[in-house]
């Protein structure tokens, strides 16, 4: 009897290790792998109209993160100096304040957008609050600064799909993931006017990088084993049902950019999967992706009264924003 329980343990044992094997595989196979190679190697030097392009960025960055700085609530009268200065620069365009009140302030997100041949959109958003405390230069001066460099590169330009550029009021905490936050209100309303919203990319602190061995975190330890433990990628991030998006903007990024790149699609309750206006348009059945240096698992200045102009990488910022601009191209002109 001893000996066939004993057989018996054994067996079951082995099916454990094999469930287990499998799971893994499966795991890695639909949320973890990526098509195309990340790239690797030196970047070539950036080229005269790149530089120009690092210029604009480092002038949006410092505006919001310097010059104006703080800006919330708390600080409302910077708020709105930060409004107004992201209008002036896409002064060019037809201007919509998207406009709801908090605490009977008024408060309003920031659109342009771009008619396309079809009615399906493909949505850019960053949001240009900084937590309470901070003059948020990486977060999120530097993905605002992203999202005017982009929307000015495709001013004018024939689409297949309608593009829009969003600026987002109120992600920080005090509104995060709440029905006060600036994207789930415009979420919301598209979701109610039934916008056909093809893809949606929030650019969420995209501007510091670290070739320190060991500089990179992941909210799960699991994820060490996988991904490297040098913080000098842009990241891809999506929900499950985000998992075609993900892998079709990286896929794409993959083919141009000269930076490395890494990806995931991951359940929403892994932390700082959600951690963006992405999360907003997953709560109205939209798909939506992050591209971030991974904000706090990387950033020693996340949240905090030292997140100043002077801490980004613009060389590396400026090779995101190249690489996006492929990306946005791509999305929103399928069979070109």
Request: hydrophobic share 40%.
């Amino acid at each position: 009897m001893a000996r066939r329980t004993f057989t018996a343990f054994r067996v079951f044992r082995l099916l454990f290790w094999l469930t287990l094997l499998l799971l893994l595989v499966v795991g890695w196979w639909f949320m973890i792998r990526m098509p195309g190679k990340s790239f690797r190697g030196s970047a070539p030097p950036l080229t005269r109209e790149e530089l120009k392009l690092r210029s604009e960025l480092m002038a949006h960055v410092q505006m919001l993160g310097g010059t104006i700085g703080e800006r919330n609530l708390s600080r409302y009268p910077q708020l709105l100096a930060a409004a107004q200065y992201i209008e002036s620069q896409l002064s060019t365009q037809k201007i919509d304040r998207d406009s709801y009140e908090v605490l009977g302030k008024p408060c309003y997100n920031i659109q342009v957008e771009f008619p396309g041949s079809s009615p399906e959109i493909v949505l850019v958003g960053a949001h240009y609050d900084s937590v309470f405390g901070s003059p948020g230069a990486n977060d999120n001066g530097s993905g605002i600064a992203a999202l005017l460099a982009l929307a000015h590169r495709f001013t004018a330009q024939p689409n297949e799909k309608t593009l829009r550029f969003v600026a987002f009021v109120n992600e920080e905490p005090g509104s995060f993931q709440t029905g006060q936050m600036g994207s789930y209100i415009y979420a919301a309303r598209c979701r109610q006017r039934g916008d056909q919203i093809r893809a949606m990319i929030s650019l969420e602190t995209i501007g510091y990088f670290s070739d320190r061995p060991g500089s990179q975190k992941y909210p799960a330890a699991g994820l060490g084993l996988i991904y490297p433990r040098t913080g000098n990628f842009i990241g891809f991030v999506g929900n499950l049902p985000s998992r075609e998006l993900v892998r079709e903007a990286i896929g794409e990024f993959r083919r141009h950019a000269t930076i490395p790149s890494e990806g995931a699609a991951l359940p929403e309750f892994v932390p700082g999967v959600g951690w963006s206006d992405q999360w907003s348009f997953w709560q109205h059945s939209y798909p939506g992706i992050m591209i971030t240096d991974t904000a706090p698992f990387r950033y020693p200045h996340y949240h905090s009264a030292s997140d100043t102009p002077d801490k980004l990488n613009y060389d590396a910022m400026t090779r995101v924003v190249l690489g996006m601009q492929d990306v946005i191209q791509h999305l929103a002109n399928p069979s070109r």
